[in-house]
């Protein structure tokens, strides 16, 4: 069983040098509220656990030049996110470097039995590389509500199965080490938090556009969870009054009108009723539709596939519109499948959020595009662990 610290302070330290890597003494004596000798006996605690190390000498500072802190360089963390339909596992090492990523095709419809069989299958062959001997916690994000405290996926829309099942409890059993379950756009927004764009910003929202559609909620630098765990869940916010039937059961779900189902059901249409050649190509070639035909189809000058790009974000722009107004965040970050529709949505988004929220929310609010990709999800898994291990026990 890994250690875990003993104390807040050790707590502090520990998450000081996984996110800047190598300190010395005196230098997390800048970042610490505590006297030299406490800080010196919390060091020493820490070397003495094994999550810490001494690295070589630090540069000279004046005086007797100190050793460089840093983190055990054998800790490993796994980062799984199961989307709707694949699933990245990584390995990382302390400091959240992905040391190895391995992604497949799943659907989660499947259930949670044989889509964890899958991960376990992954994670082994990562093992296997190497990168590895075991795991020192795991982070596994879904897609769909979580009930944090348990680790229980609840009444996910879009994982039929799944309600109920003990996804810590069992995964924790299988891999031999602590495990935290998290909705997925959640990972999403803790992994801008460690490596991309809101590095610098304590709040920020995170939308994730994929098969669904949801938020991850950063309010002064810690994720949003709500209540019981369902906090951000936009795509099921009305953005068309009587519209579609969404899987939730309610109509005119923004989900219903710009998931990439959605927009892969608009774009079939479009391909049948003559309104896109190249779509219908496309179709006729090979039987089905995605999103990224989308946007294929309008990089190369198709209009009516521009239209739907423009059409979905502007609706998901008048939601996040609503978020800005409320929330008044500090910037706001589109990841997700969809987002491979690149500046086509995001221009609708921006357009949509800047023309009906007030100038004070939007005057110097960054809306971008993640940059991160599958990594954001699983790096957010290995900062979710890490959170709980680097935690007094």
Partial sequence: MTARPANAHQARLLRLLRD????????????????????????????????????????????????????APNLRFLGVDIGATSVDVAVTNAELEVLGHLTQPMDVREGPVPVFEQVLGMAAKLKASGLAEGFDG????????????????????????WDGFPVREALSQELGCPVMVDNDVNLMALGQMHAGAARSVDDYLCVKIGTGIGCGIVVGGKVHRGVTGSAGDIGHIQAVPDGRPCACGNRGCLEAHFSGAALAQDAVEAAQQGRSPQLAARLAEYGRLTAADVGAAAAAGDATCLDLIRDGGTRAGQVIAGLVSFFNPGLVVIGGGVTGLGHNLLAAIRTQVYRQSLPLATGNLPIVL??????AGVVGAARLISDHVFSPA
Avoid: K, W, Y
Wanted: charged fraction near 25%; charge should be neutral.
């Fill in 370 to 375: 993640d940059e991160l990709g599958a990594t």
């Fill in 138 to 161: 795991a982070g596994i994000g879904v897609p769909g509500p979580v009930r944090f405290p348990e680790g229980v996926p609840v009444a996910p829309p879009i994982m039929p199965g």
């Fill in 20 to 71: 800047e890597g190598p300190n010395s003494r005196a230098q997390l004596g800048d970042r610490v509220d505590l006297s030299r000798s406490r800080l010196a006996v919390e060091v020493d605690r820490l070397l003495e656990t094994g999550l810490a190390v001494a690295d070589g000498l630090a540069a000279s500072r004046g005086g007797r030049r100190s050793h460089n802190i840093r983190l």
